[in-house]
């Protein structure tokens, strides 16, 4: 119901901007702005993504329009943003899958260097969980199994696994990682017993817990989920491992630097919104501002670490 | 439960949710009707726009294109043999083979009819049944998924009209093309010849209408005759309707395909496409005239025409309580409830029971509407076959361009389905049926998925599956699906229609 009356807001707001751009023609943006989206409509990214742009299109003026360029795992949109005119009006959202962790997988004709960094939005939330009529009740139970046998856990595939190898890496436990195509069947595929546990994000797991059918043993982002502050993160529990990953926005390098400078700040404040943060918890996000620099950089240790931990699982392409 | 769905009715009969609901029914069948253009990329575009409606109006909008489409891809598969989506496939064989009998009126009635009776048994289905059967499952693992898709496998000997070798050759072939990809353990890209556009996968859309819809059209092409074969449509009203041998021979296969359809369609990776062959393949065993199989028997329709509507209701039962998609069109619908703030899961009845009952009653209001909708309309369909050829021809070209490019705005999608259209052609002149090659390529994903699952939890040990007496009993029926189908084979061959 909200979001129904953010976008009526948004498109009083483009009405009543659009006769003041006439006026002074030398402001930019005179024209609409585009983003591409990796993933397909209704998706996490694409909703987050159109939260965001309705609350930027208010600082710009200009109509922003979301177009799904969905393909190659995430890839396909980068490979379109890098290669669009730099003037501004093509930007992308982005997020560790396509930039730090598929490059490592894929052969991609971008790299960290083709984009410019205009700010960060959002971060995803991750979460350890097992069955919960089973033998684990803290993350230490499941911790110390794994340090004698082999646990399988189900999880669609990096980030969501990469927090578990990290444990076996540093640890030395024995977690075991079975793909599942969606995150419901990651989940399901634990209440039914054929798998140990599941490394996922809240949509899918918060109605298993509710339900009382799965444990919540840690939050493996660097924050807590809102509905269970009671249950900690990896880290406050003495392991060393976080599941980092971002969503924000790129465009391509050589975008002039004043379009850059007044694009970064919108979005920026368009982020920083109140009624984003309730757009963002229906997806396990929360929100996570940040400008230019500090978005290309976490971006950057992402595709770091994440190329180090591929490599170590096996995943990366060789 | 009476109360709940009074409820639901309550929450649709409002002047928006019902005019959603027959708004979605329309666009679902023209949907249908186009061939290529799928539901989920009409979803997909309708996605924003719905984004400005409350949840319930939402989702009723998108679940009757959802159920819309199941019934729209027939008219084309009898029409002209092409399926206006996969699970349509089977209704190629006998629907086609009836039009040109001069029957096309009656099977496109019989499918209206049985998709009606099998989408309000599947909608009584899911109502009654959600929380047990969600419990089922939840019970199905990986050996049970690589089990049931070994089953559903082994229906290619009931699709062996030119031969099981020819038949298993095409299977094999759906199977490879079921590979092209990023293999889905390690994320490696597979046979994608560094084209980007492969990587995910080969589209089902510019495949099914390659193989089918532009071959046909190449079959017409080489035709010499100046004037193809129209078929001519009866001259009364009631002529378009099945006659009292078409029911009484349509009536077992529908409630058999209605049950069938339901329980094969709650399984997310066959789902629909998996309930009409099987039905065909079970219709195929039954019959009392196995020599009109593939010449136009309307148990051939009836059956998995119905089995593909309740299997489309059946799928409601995972994506409401468990948020498990069974396709990409449920994971559409599931992207859509949660952008309106709805979780599905086991406590959707009771956190947003005006959603659930809503959706449940517009499931009944618009298969009804959809019957309404179809049947008058029959007679307007088939007179579409008068359209002289060459005219009709050009517009299907067009069509399935525009559908197979529509699907991911992708112009490699069009250079594929016109490749397919030569193999497909190529294939079917040399006697090989594509039925095994559609199946296969649908179940394929999923076999080799669920079975790598499987093999990794076991860690590799392939004797485990003797701890699942659910999986065991699967790869016997495949056993007995595989035998049954060969011995009817001894019988006097069938012949069946190769396009030419």
Known sequence: M????????????TLLA??????????????????????????????????????????????????????????????????????????????????????????????????????????????????????????QDLFNAAK??????????????????????????????????????????????????????????IPAIQSGRMKLLAASSPARWKEFPDVATLRESGFDVTIESLLGFIAPRATPADRLATLSDAFRRAAEAPALEAALERFGMVPAVMDGQTFERAIREGHARFGEQLREAGLARR | MMEGLLQGFGVLMTVQNVSLCILGAVLGTLVGVLPGLGPATTIALLLPISLKLDPTGAIILLAGIYYGVAYGGTITSVLMRIPGEASSVVTCIDGHAMAKRGRAGAALGIAAI???????????????????LAEIVIAFGPWEYAALMMAGLSLIAFFAASGIAKAALMAFLGLFLGLVGLDPISGTPRFTFG????????????????????????????????????????????????????????AAPIARGSVLGFFVGLLPGGGAVLASFLSYAVEKRLTRHPDEFGRGAIEGVAGPESANNSGTAGA?????????????????????????????????????????????????????????????????FVRALEVPRRYMATAILLVCAIGTWSVGLNHFDVLMAVLFGFVGFALRRGGFDLGPLILAYVLGPTLERSLRQALLIADGDLTEVVNHPIALGFLVAAALILLSGMLMRSRPAVVQDGGS
């Open chain 1, 2 to 13: 909200k979001r129904r009356h953010i976008l009526l807001a948004t498109g009083g707001a």
């Open chain 1, 18 to 139: 659009a006769p003041s751009l006439h006026a002074q023609g030398a402001r930019w943006p005179d024209r609409e702005i585009t983003i591409l989206v990796p993933f397909g409509a209704g998706g996490s990214t694409d909703v987050s993504v159109r939260a965001v742009a309705a609350e930027a299109e208010k600082t710009l003026g200009v109509p922003i329009q979301i177009v799904n360029r969905v393909g190659g795992q995430g890839t396909a949109s980068l490979i379109q943003l890098a290669q669009a005119r730099p003037d501004g009006h093509t930007l992308g959202s982005a997020a560790m899958s396509g930039l730090a962790i598929a490059p490592h997988m894929l052969d991609v004709p971008y790299n960290l260097d083709s984009f410019a960094y205009l700010s960060g939005a959002a971060r995803f939330l991750y979460g350890i969980g097992v069955k919960a009529d089973g033998p684990y009740s803290t993350i």
């Open chain 1, 148 to 205: 004698a046998r082999r646990i399988t856990f189900s999880a669609t595939g990096p980030p969501n696994n990469l927090g578990m190898f990290e444990l076996n890496r540093k640890y030395g436990t024995r977690f075991h990682f079975i793909p599942f195509q969606s995150g419901a069947e990651a989940v399901t595929a634990v209440l039914g017993g054929h798998v140990e546990a599941t490394s996922q994000t809240p949509p899918e797991m």
């Open chain 2, 114 to 132: 049985g998709s009606f009776i099998a989408g309000t048994f599947g909608i009584l289905g899911v109502m009654l049944l959600s929380p047990p």
């Open chain 2, 195 to 250: 084209v980007p556009a492969l990587v995910d996968g080969i589209n089902i859309a510019p495949l099914a209408l390659g193989m089918f819809g532009l071959s046909e059209l190449l079959f017409l092409a080489l035709s010499k005759d100046a004037k193809p074969e129209i078929l001519r449509p009866p001259s009364t009203l009631l002529g378009f309707m099945p006659n009292r041998e078409e029911w009484k021979r349509s």
């Open chain 2, 316 to 380: 409601f039962i995972p994506l409401l309580t468990l948020g498990i998609p069974a396709n990409a069109v449920t994971a559409l619908l599931l992207g859509a409830l949660l952008v309106h703030g709805v979780q599905p899961g086991p406590m959707i009845l009771e956190r947003q029971p005006e959603v659930y009952w809503g959706v449940i009653a517009s499931m009944y209001f618009g298969n009804f509407i959809l019957l309404v909708l179809n049947l008058p309309f029959v007679g307007l």
